[in-house]
Nanobody, 124 residues
Framework: QVQLVESGGGLVQAGDSLRLSCAAS????????MGWFRQAPGQEREFVSR???????YYADSVQGRFTISRDNAKNTVYLQMNSLKSEDTAVYYC??????????????????WGQGIQVTVSS
């Protein structure tokens, strides 16, 4: 069983940057692909980014060029660097782990473990 804990959220202004972290425990972190999702009020949870066990990265079109996902297997941590934030980035952000460690998956149901989520609010 993998436990995931997000940190680094908060309230920022449009154009600012923020870095989310997700610390994993209880499993072999390096054997999972890791993803970030977000959910705005009244909307479905949506894919943001993914990094495979080998470091391949994928992004939603809406964040491509502004967000960067990375992982530190020695620290069992995945990061999401968010730059040039916009008001439409406001959401609860979730970290997720996928036992299918390679390939691209943007579907929530394909991820096996989830964090509790953390609020990111971008004021315009």
């Amino acid at each position: 069983q993998v436990q995931l804990v997000e940190s680094g959220g908060g309230l920022v202004q449009a154009g600012d940057s923020l870095r989310l972290s997700c610390a994993a425990s209880g499993g072999t972190f390096s054997s999972y692909a890791m993803g970030w999702f977000r959910q705005a009020p009244g909307q479905e949870r949506e894919f943001v980014s993914r990094i495979t066990w080998s470091g391949h990265t994928y992004y939603a079109d809406s964040v491509q060029g502004r967000f960067t996902i990375s992982r530190d297997n020695a620290k069992n941590t995945v990061y999401l660097q968010m730059n040039s934030l916009k008001s439409e980035d406001t959401a609860v952000y979730y970290c997720a782990a996928d036992r299918n460690k390679s390939g691209k998956s943007t579907l929530t149901w394909s991820y096996d473990y989830w964090g509790q989520g953390i609020q990111v609010t971008v004021s315009s």
